[in-house]
């Protein structure tokens, strides 16, 4: 077990001069002990970098690494005592699943018993029992990544679990499986937890806190919670959830926004501090969007473009001064095309100024 900081860490894979180009911006932050976090965010923002910083793997051009306080940035790989499972499978393809779990523990020396358990144990939790005698290379890639994963698990002693998108070949409902056991390893062994992953899914499922990042930036850390609730940058609005955050371009007027001249009611909107930014966005989840079947008070009249049936719920996208925003509704709830109207209710409603959240005076988004 152990805490992971990163301060003032950025990295440059050519550095030196103004024209250094960053694959990570500088950032700082604490892992916590025992803590399970998940980087998420899409293909070349710089979730893998980051690992490999933290693993070792890669020195950063600037910043340090401190690993229960101590010092780790030029420390090797091998002495952090941290275990990375990677993308792709990394096994001996000439050994039996049994020798490739095993392998980790007999580097350091541990006793025939002990191994025995605990490649057991580990076998048993990733479904592998019956394959232990087996050859590597006869595996399925599903089988060679679970026995990849398997050797991150086995040894009791990992400060912490670096993982780098480990299940992408891994089917649907054994993926669901795998993050729930890695959710119960992480609570009942409290080693750190850190997976990166573009799919949020996997990230508001499996981590207490999740790390946002995009073009090697934090946009934002917090609870799957805040991050849903309370988005702090727009990009995370529109990366986290499913439809994700509307996001309506306005302009702002004495006590509300404006959409198309259409006036949008925002209580406390004329202390929302804007003065001097350019681009003003409404950003509301389409969760939180009221749809009303007729006029009402505080509502507007929208243009009913689609209707996408879900099952439980629909997915309404609708025309709102020339610009789409969907909603989602039970299947229970009715509507009349002619008549539909929407409100936006403004402990729902955020507003963002060149894409970041506009706080009102008193700490209130």
Known sequence: MARIELRALAHSYSPGGPGAVYALHPFTHVWEDGGAYALLGPSGCGKTTMLNIMSGLVRPSEGRVLLDEADVTDVPTAQRNIAQVFQFPVIYQTMSVYENLAFPLRCRRTGAPEIDRRVKEVAELLGLSRDLARPARRLTAIAKQLVSLGRGLV???????????????????????????????????????????????????????????????????????????????????????????????????????????????????????????????????????????????????????????????????????????????????????????????????????????????????
């Not at 990366?239 to 994700?244: E, L, M, Q, V």
């Not at 950003?283 to 079947?293: A, L, N």
């Open 155 to 365: 040894r009791s002693d990992v400060a912490a679990l670096l993982m780098d998108e480990p299940l992408t070949v891994v089917d649907p409902d054994l993926k669901w499986q795998l993050r729930r056991k890695l959710k119960e390893i992480n609570e009942q062994h409290r080693a750190t937890l850190i997976y990166v992953t573009h799919d949020q899914n996997e990230a508001m499922t499996l981590a207490d806190k999740v790390v946002v990042m995009n073009h090697g930036r934090v946009m934002q850390v917090g609870t799957p919670q805040d991050l849903f609730e309370n988005p702090a940058h727009a990009f995370v609005g529109y990366f986290i959830g499913s439809p994700a955050m509307n996001l309506i371009p306005c302009t702002v007027v004495d006590d509300g926004l404006s959409v198309g001249g259409t006036r949008i009611a925002l209580p406390g909107a004329h202390r929302l501090e804007m003065a001097g930014q350019a681009k003003v966005e409404l950003g509301i989840r389409p969760d939180f969007v009221k749809v009303c079947d007729g006029p009402q008070e505080g509502a507007l009249p929208v243009e009913l473009v689609h209707v996408q049936d879900l099952g439980t719920f629909r997915i309404l996208t609708v025309d709102l001064a020339g610009h789409r925003i969907k909603a989602k509704v039970s299947v229970k709830q009715p509507f009349s095309r002619d008549r539909l109207h929407v409100k936006f209710p403004p402990e729902w409603t955020r507003v963002y100024a060149n894409s970041v959240l506009v706080q009102r005076r008193g700490g209130q988004s």
